[in-house]
């Protein structure tokens, strides 16, 4: 209820932080259950969005020769170690993720 949640002062300053680094004027001054949920609810949107959009970098992993996370200056290829971090990156996304516990 809005009450339990106006007492959790770990909750409050999440309110604050958030309120203080995003620029959306819909959410309101003081936390509620409804502005909590949809705050939540617009995070896990947009995650899921953007990272349909352009979470895809196996096509960026292929060979050295392919687009990286780091290009050195002078240099027409991905080093060592950026190609390393993309690979590793690629392999940790493709694990299998605990269920949902319930719907929500």
């Keep these: ?14 309110w604050v932080l958030l309120r203080g680094f995003t620029a959306s004027p819909d959410l309101p001054k003081f936390v509620t259950r409804d502005a909590l949920l949809d705050a939540l609810a617009i995070f896990a949107f947009q995650v899921t969005a953007h990272h349909d959009q352009v979470g895809a970098i196996s096509d960026s992993c292929e060979t050295p020769l392919h687009g990286g996370f780091r290009m050195v200056p002078g240099h027409t290829r991905v080093d060592k170690q950026s190609y390393l971090i993309g690979l590793t ?4 996304t493709s694990l299998r993720t605990p269920p949902l516990l319930s719907d929500f």
């Design 89 to 92: 990156l690629l392999s940790l």
């Design 1 to 14: 209820d809005d009450a339990s949640i106006a007492s959790d002062k770990d909750l409050n300053k999440f």
